[in-house]
């Protein structure tokens, strides 16, 4: 692999799908989020199964996807997706989440 493109350590813990590290999916959608700046990695499936994720090494996502090294200069509160493995990412920022309602 070149040179580590990341400001964020190779060691940061990520999240993504055991699909993905299964070779059963493949990396369609990336988001770096402001709230607390963490790494997603998720497949093209409509939903995430919160059953399937992982934490893996940011090293270990970009050793499976090297197109994800791509995305290093992704702004925090932002978001890439493709429609197929060899599709260009495309970038964009993310809507702001709506508030939280407090429950009585």
């Known amino acids: 692999m070149d040179e580590w493109k ?3 350590p190779k060691n ?3 999240i993504s799908t055991g699909k993905i590290f299964r070779g059963v999916g493949w990396i369609a959608y990336a988001s770096n989020d402001a709230d607390d700046e963490s790494w997603q990695f998720y497949g093209d499936e409509a939903e995430v199964d919160h059953d399937d994720l992982i934490l893996v090494g940011l ?3 970009v050793e499976l996807d090297n197109t994800v090294a791509q995305l290093a200069d992704l702004p ?3 978001h890439a ?3 197929t493995k060899s599709s260009p990412w ?3 920022k ?3 989440e709506p508030p939280e309602m407090e429950l009585s």
Do not use: C, I, T, Y
Request: proline fraction near 10%; aromatic fraction near 14%; glycine fraction near 4%.
């Open 6 to 8: 990341f400001e964020d």
């Open 12 to 14: 940061l813990a990520v």
């Open 59 to 61: 090293f270990e996502v």
């Open 76 to 78: 925090l509160g932002w």
């Open 81 to 83: 997706r493709r429609d």
């Open 90 to 92: 495309r970038r964009s």
């Open 94 to 96: 993310k809507p702001p």
